[in-house]
């Protein structure tokens, strides 16, 4: 007998300072994650995963500005940006 789950969830990083003197904000954004999984047989599961579907841009996390030598305008501001869109899947054998 077939079996089915399916999970998703997601949410909301409001805006955020990126240094501990609050003086630059990193943008909010939201992501929207999903899976599924298939029991084909009793020895054969199908999973399917997606991440960021809604292919949103963001910054997860900072570093706070940094100067660097030869920059034009002042500081450079560090952050990591979140990853886009990406789904895989998996097939799982049982023997």
Not at 37 to 57: C, F, H, R, W, Y
Request: proline share 3%.
């Amino acid at each position: 007998m077939a079996a089915c789950a399916c999970w998703a969830n997601g949410g909301t990083r409001g805006d955020k300072f990126n240094d501990d003197s609050n003086l630059v904000k990193l943008p909010a954004f939201s992501v929207f994650n999903a899976s599924a999984e298939l029991d084909v047989t009793e020895n054969i599961t199908v999973q399917v995963k997606g991440t960021n579907l809604s292919n949103a841009l963001g910054l997860g996390q900072g570093g706070g500005q940094q100067l660097v030598p030869g920059a034009a305008d002042g500081a450079v501001i560090l952050a990591r940006p979140i990853f886009g869109r990406a789904v895989q899947g998996s097939v799982l054998f049982k023997f």
